[in-house]
């Protein structure tokens, strides 16, 4: 027994005994006293050392309170005799009394210190349960690993590949038929239930991020099927419109038979035009798509320099081939330069011009606005469209994505525009933003940073109308 083990239980003694001589020092003054209530008062001293502290203590309480009943209260007083048969009964009873109540005040206590134990397991178990579930699947065991050292104490917790279990430590990681490894504990728990609890809580936490990946996996998977058919039923529906008036012209072309009310240098003039221009389409539709794969490789290499914004959206305009008519520009004077690779940002902006024209009649107007703004130039273009409903607000970015509606204004398209735009506009550390009122149109904007010492580019505001 430890040293410390020793001394409480020689200071529990020296209550027990004290307890009995405070009884003693009570009612030995008493002239009066009723003697059976003096034995019951012993008992109860008895009763408490006995639930108090157990059995030898209790016993040796038991031991001092019938010699001290006997000697002080039990006529003849100040002997030890033991003439009367009522002495032997006090003493037995005090004896029984002890031993019983100190058997049951072991058993209370030890079902009370085994109800403890139980709850601390349960709650380390909850705790092992938490860690399992907030464990990334693709780092599961070593997370797992931690969290038992930390929450059961051990010195070391390893899960290893399925070999022989059982003893040293040892538990095999089950789930049903699945063999997921060996839990090895050092040192192992105090009773082998413990290890098989441990041992099924690791095995559910390790079979859940298996699952999670597998499920991650297998929605990655229709993920990129999905994005494979529509981007082949976009392209194929993109490529099959120039494609087919390029035959046509190639066809005449090719033919001896011309409309005999025009010359061949005229018709053959029209039917290249046509060529080129469809030629032209099919090259932007490729040049989107590489575009898109640049940027959601992060393979877009920037060129930032100081750029003066006007020839920027001038370059955007030319990009995007709209009428001269619907475009109404508004930039501020005395704008400071900006830092950005320019031909990137007219093609980001490019783009949203040609989504305002896709998604709004094809009379109305087209605004484009350049001011400064707290530490950048402000750029926005704005549509006078039927604008974004709320629901379709979340999903304006995504690849291959385009409004029912677009499709009936302008039936072609990949609807990759805005995802180009805002992957050029991110490259340069600024944000894509959308304000959209329905029945008003919709507003497009982000802010370039200035350049550093960027001298202000001074002159009239230019506004086209």
Request: charged letters at 20%; glycine letters at 6%.
């Amino acid at each position: 027994m430890p040293v410390q083990g020793k001394t409480r239980r020689v200071i529990q003694a020296v209550v027990a005994l004290g307890l009995t001589a405070a009884v003693t020092a009570v009612f030995r003054p008493l002239a009066d006293v009723n003697v059976t209530t003096v034995g019951f008062v012993y008992l109860l001293v008895v009763l408490a050392a006995a639930s108090l502290f157990g059995f030898p203590e209790a016993l040796l309480a038991s031991l001092a309170a019938a010699a001290q009943y006997n000697y002080f209260f039990l006529p003849p007083t100040y002997t030890f005799t033991i003439a009367d048969t009522r002495n032997w009964v006090a003493l037995a009873a005090f004896l029984i009394t002890a031993t019983v109540a100190s058997e049951l005040s072991a058993l209370a206590k030890r079902q009370a210190r085994e109800a403890e134990l139980r709850r601390r397991e349960l709650n380390r178990l909850y705790e092992l349960t938490r860690a399992g579930l907030l464990a990334d699947p693709e780092h599961t065991a070593p997370q797992l690993e931690r969290a038992l050292v930390t929450i059961f104490g051990l010195d070391d917790a390893r899960i290893e590949p399925a070999a022989a279990a059982g003893a040293g430590g040892r538990w095999p990681l089950r789930m049903g038929q699945n063999e997921l490894g060996v839990l090895r504990l050092q040192p192992p728990p105090a009773s082998p239930e413990s290890g098989e609890a441990i041992a099924s809580v690791v095995a559910i936490a390790l079979e859940r991020a298996r699952a999670l990946r597998e499920a991650s996996h297998l929605h990655g998977v229709r993920e990129s099927e999905a994005l494979k058919t529509a981007l082949l039923d976009s392209v194929t529906h993109d490529l099959r419109t120039p494609l087919t008036s390029i035959k046509a012209a190639v066809s005449s072309l090719r033919s001896e038979l011309m409309p005999p009310e025009r010359s061949d240098a005229e018709a053959r003039g029209e039917l290249l035009a046509v060529i080129d221009e469809e030629s032209d389409r099919l090259n932007q539709i490729l040049q989107h798509v590489l575009d898109m794969a640049r940027i959601e490789a992060g393979g877009l290499r920037l060129a930032p320099a100081a750029q003066a914004i006007a020839p920027i959206l001038e370059a955007a305009m030319a990009q995007a081939r709209l009428p001269a008519e619907r475009i109404q520009l508004d930039i501020a004077s005395d704008l400071p330069l900006v830092r950005a690779d320019g031909p990137l940002i007219s093609q980001a902006i490019a783009q949203l011009l040609t989504n305002a024209a896709a998604y709004s009649s094809p009379g109305s107007p087209i605004e484009i606005a350049a001011a400064e703004a707290a530490g950048g130039v402000t750029v926005a273009v704005r549509d006078r469209g039927p604008g974004i409903p709320a629901e379709q607000m979340p999903r304006i970015f995504e690849k291959f994505y385009r409004d029912p509606r677009a499709r009936q204004l302008r039936p072609e398209g990949l609807g990759m525009g805005l995802g180009i735009a805002r992957g050029i506009i991110q490259a340069h550390q600024a944000e894509l933003r959308v304000d959209s009122q329905p029945g008003e149109g919709s507003r497009f904007w982000f802010t370039l940073p200035l350049a550093a010492d960027a001298p202000v580019t001074h002159g009239q505001s230019h506004t086209h109308r």
